[in-house]
């Protein structure tokens, strides 16, 4: 028996030290709802877990960049629309300049021909998402309805996942209709077959960039959906490694729980020990 240093307190109180650190590492991982809130519990699962946690971020904003994709798509498909029924407004007056009509009849004709491939100029220099236009970019050098540039847009976490949207220049300029101010279309001057020509060409080509806009907005939404679901899965395979068992947690809480109150217990009655020590001196000087 000591009185100097009480061995067994100091072992006792090592012990619930140890528990108590524990109990509060478990009270953490239950009132948090991670099972690894810092890299000294465990550094590989730790570098695992922000390792996924990296790849869902970027498939998330990859996510959101396809939805942006179809958004900005269908914008344009909505100028495109009244793109072609302008055009088919224009058609429908060339057919009718063709027929019985005299020289006031056709310059009457001729002033709402310009007035629509001027509302053509308008959907198409008006149109844009954020900032972006897809239907005036470039000149109009190139034939007409060729794509006269591209957009990348990131659709994946991985380098060079990406879907390209062609630019095109869809004003009355680009479809070939007007040559600076002058219209090219032009019922009183040039002959109808030339004008329909023209009109038939400048709608082809309005359909073939909303026939690639709509396979494009295919696109997009699936590769939105297929971010989704992967994103989905890693963010579950990521809860594997960090997010708490809490039934599990909660047992070792409690288990922690008792044995600090047992060592609490324990550290009162081995403190009692150089007390004991002190009656038995006591008792040796009353004799």
Not at 67 to 83: H, K, R
Not at 205 to 227: H, P, V, Y
């Amino acid at each position: 028996m000591r009185i100097n240093k009480n061995l067994a307190s100091i072992n006792i109180y090592r012990e619930y030290s140890k528990n108590l650190i524990k109990q509060g590492s478990s009270l953490e991982r239950v009132s948090s709802g991670i099972k690894i809130n810092n890299s000294k519990e465990d550094p590989n699962a730790m570098a695992q877990s922000e390792r996924f946690r990296m790849q869902i971020r970027g498939l998330q904003m990859a996510g959101n960049n396809a939805q942006d994709g179809v958004s900005m798509l269908q914008t344009a498909e909505g100028s495109l629309d009244g793109i072609t029924s302008m055009l088919q407004r224009v058609r429908e007056l060339v057919v009718q300049a063709g027929g019985t009509t005299t020289d006031l009849d056709k310059e009457v004709i001729q002033k709402e021909i310009t007035q629509m491939l001027s509302g053509v100029d308008d959907m198409a220099n008006n149109n844009e998402f954020n900032g972006v236009k897809l239907l005036n970019v470039g000149d109009a050098t190139g034939a007409t309805g060729v794509a006269t540039g591209a957009i990348g847009m990131v659709t994946g976490v991985i380098s060079g996942e990406k879907i390209v949207i062609p630019t095109y220049n869809l004003t009355a300029s680009g479809l070939k209709l007007r040559d600076g101010t002058t219209d090219k279309v032009d019922v009183v001057n040039v002959d109808t077959a030339v004008c329909l020509g023209l009109v038939d060409t400048a709608l082809d080509a309005i359909m073939g960039a909303r026939s690639k806009f709509g396979a494009l907005e295919n696109r997009f939404q699936s590769s939105s959906d297929s971010t989704t679901e992967i994103s989905d899965k890693i963010q579950s395979a990521e809860s594997g490694i960090r997010d708490t068992d809490l039934a599990t947690e909660l047992m070792e809480y409690s288990k922690y729980n008792l044995l600090v109150e047992a060592g609490t217990a324990m550290m009162v009655q081995s403190n009692q020990l150089p007390q004991n020590a002190l009656k038995i001196l006591e008792n040796v000087r009353s004799r």
